[in-house]
């Protein structure tokens, strides 16, 4: 259902022309685990922005669900961020000084959500992500690894197609980082698609599929890796 | 009442909880409004407050009251100082009086005043002396407290006689106990005190009870030396007729005058009303110009207010950045800052309006002044504030909702 076809980017800095991606193509497919892995530099965070619909390519398509996203406009394209699109960013980007469920229940205002379902839901998803008891504390009260556990509440609230998350555990302690691919796995397992950028094999291993970004072109796409499953079970 | 997927209510509640993190910052970027609406609020209160004090001091004068005045005539209508101008004498006053021609003139009162200096043995003052005839107190609708006012006989005799204003008596009499039959020395020459008028009230300028009357033929023989009068007040039947009250006098004294040209008439003839329309617009036209520097320090306000929010949008260039990745739409964006911006000038525009009506009362608690509110101001004012909130925060709101989501997300 992602069908990336000879996507390139260039981006002009005054006189300077940098080639952020070069002819890149893949397709993603339902309930499928994709990670993008590359050092930095390669053009991976790059091409998370196009899929995302954050950013337009220089050439080439991106067809989306049978849509062709460079032809939307920036409405068409916000609602697809709403509805079909999940997002999940490196450094959490929570509001501050609101609660964690008001944080949850944001997409769902933006979304067209009646307001009496919203509270229910937002309370589901923060339980299914074991923070049923810090529903009212802010981000200041909470650890990176909470953080990213509400954004990814966040993420999940109004059933997106893919669940995009950038560099999901670069601002967390490793021990927190394994519980939070335990939710991906998990997620994964109960059919969610979620493709996710890192620099790190690691990390890497936890998906079904790794495709390997170097100097914006893709240099290995494989699923021939042994998938790390997670040993030490979520807490709740 | 929904905009997009939002309701307004909750629009607004989003608005204050950004607007409410930091209290100082908003509490300051709103001075400039509640200043400039306060200011124009209490300003043009104050300006309708006077001119209805004015109306109303001018009323209790009588509404049948015509003025002759000696000298050319002036569209100041603003009484020249004594002395000015010889064309009025006690001639013209009594053909008035006694002409067939004068129909609609029901009282006349010949005058002369200057100021003079008046003593007791201990205590002195500065006030005006008028000189006037027993029809006076008619025309200008003077009661006596206590004694009577100047008669036809004091002044067929040239009594030296006084009738003082209560103010005038505790100047000079600060020990209580009446002045009735007390002397009292007007310049150099010693009077008797036969009577003291009610208060009219009214402070400062032009105080009604800051005066003494002496009989007019003793104050034009004896104390001014002066043949011609200060000016001729007359009261018509009614205030009905008092244009033509005007115009027979006019034409009356022009003929007596050998005018033939009423636009080369040495005397001029003023009714109440044509005094209180000058007074009208002199202070209509000071209350708009004040206004109008009230209006400046709104506009200055204004710009305050854009100053602020597009600091604000600056700094929350990420949390827009993630509202428009989560799904927010250019106008939902734009509608947002809007909001913030509109209510900020309105809460500005509401304390204002508090401060000006608070300002307005106490200055009419101080002077004794009436207390005037105009609702059309109310209004205006509430406007005016809510337009500037949505011209200033215009900008500030279109470069937020034009912010691009990646530039946005990536911003430090």
């Known amino acids: 259902m992602i069908k990336i076809s000879h996507i390139s980017k260039t981006y002009k800095n005054e006189e300077v022309e940098t080639k952020a991606l070069d002819d890149v193509s893949f397709e993603v497919k339902n309930k499928e685990f994709v990670a993008i892995m590359g050092p930095s530099g390669s053009g991976k965070s790059t091409l998370m922005h196009i899929v995302g619909a954050l950013d337009t390519p220089t050439s080439g398509t991106y067809v989306l669900d049978g849509e062709e996203v460079g032809k939307l406009s920036d409405d068409q394209l916000a609602e697809i961020r709403n509805k079909k699109i999940g997002f999940v960013f490196q450094a959490f980007n929570l509001l501050p000084r609101t609660s964690a469920l008001k944080n949850v229940i944001l997409p769902m205002v933006y979304g067209g959500v009646p307001k009496e379902e919203r509270e229910e839901r937002a309370k589901k998803y923060l339980n299914m992500v074991g923070l049923g008891d810090r529903m009212e504390n802010t981000s200041s009260q909470l650890s990176g690894g909470q953080q990213q556990r509400v954004a990814i509440a966040r993420a999940l609230v109004l059933n997106p197609s893919i669940i995009l998350a950038d560099e999901p555990t670069g601002n967390i302690a490793s021990a927190q980082a394994e519980e939070i691919m335990d939710i991906f796995q998990k997620l994964n397992e109960e059919g969610h698609t979620i493709v996710m950028i890192t620099h790190e094999p690691d990390i890497a291993e936890h998906a079904k599929r790794i495709i390997t970004v170097k100097d914006g072109k893709i240099v290995g796409d494989s699923n021939k890796h042994r998938q790390r499953k997670v040993k030490i079970p979520m807490s709740s | ?412």
């Open chain 2, 1 to 412: 009442m929904t905009h997009g997927n939002m309701e307004y209510r909750e629009i607004i509640t989003e608005a204050l909880s950004a607007l409410t993190v930091n209290k100082l910052r908003t509490g300051l970027a709103t001075l400039g409004i509640v200043i400039g609406i306060g200011s124009v609020i209490a300003l043009i209160s104050l300006g309708q407050a006077t001119q209805q004090s004015i109306q109303e001091r001018i009323q209790a004068l009588g509404s049948n009251l015509l003025t002759v005045n000696p000298g050319a005539q002036q569209t100041g209508g603003v009484r020249g100082a004594a002395g000015g101008g010889t064309s009025l004498t006690l001639d013209d006053a009594k053909a008035i009086q006694t002409s067939p021609q004068i129909t609609t003139i029901s009282a006349v009162s010949p005058e002369v005043d200057k100021r003079q200096q008046v003593s007791t043995g201990s205590n002195n003052t500065n006030i005006r002396i008028n000189g006037a005839t027993s029809s006076y107190a008619e025309v200008h609708k003077i009661t006596m407290d206590s004694g009577a006012f100047i008669t036809d006989q004091d002044d067929l005799n040239g009594r030296r006689v006084v009738v003082l204003g209560p103010q005038v008596v505790t100047d000079l009499f600060p020990d209580g106990g009446g002045p009735i039959g007390k002397a009292v020395r007007i310049n150099t020459m010693t009077f008797e005190v036969v009577g003291v008028t009610v208060s009219k009230g009214g402070t400062g300028f032009q105080n009604q009870d800051d005066i003494a009357y002496i009989p007019l033929s003793t104050a034009q023989k004896q104390l001014f030396g002066q043949s011609y009068l200060s000016d001729i007040s007359l009261e018509a039947k009614s205030p009905e007729v008092m244009t033509d009250a005007q115009n027979e006098v006019g034409y009356l004294l022009l003929s007596r005058h050998k005018l033939n040209d009423p636009t080369q008439a040495d005397f001029s003839i003023f009714s109440q009303q044509d005094i209180l329309n000058t007074a009208s617009s002199a202070t209509g036209t000071f209350t708009t110009l004040l206004s109008g520097i009230a209006a400046i320090s709104l506009l200055v306000g204004g710009i305050g207010i854009m100053n602020i929010m597009l600091v604000t949008v600056t700094e929350r260039t990420r949390e827009i950045g993630l509202r428009k990745a989560l799904g927010a739409k250019k106008s939902n964006i734009n509608l947002q800052f809007l909001i913030e911006s509109v209510i900020l000038t309105f809460a500005g525009g509401i304390l204002g309006m508090i401060l000006g009506i608070g300002t307005s009362f106490l200055v009419s608690n101080l002077t004794s002044s009436p207390f005037v509110i105009s609702p059309l101001a109310i209004l205006l004012a509430i406007g005016v504030s809510v337009g500037v909130g949505i011209l200033f925060g215009w900008y500030p709101a279109q470069k937020a909702s034009k912010l691009q989501p990646i530039e946005a997300l990536r911003y430090e």
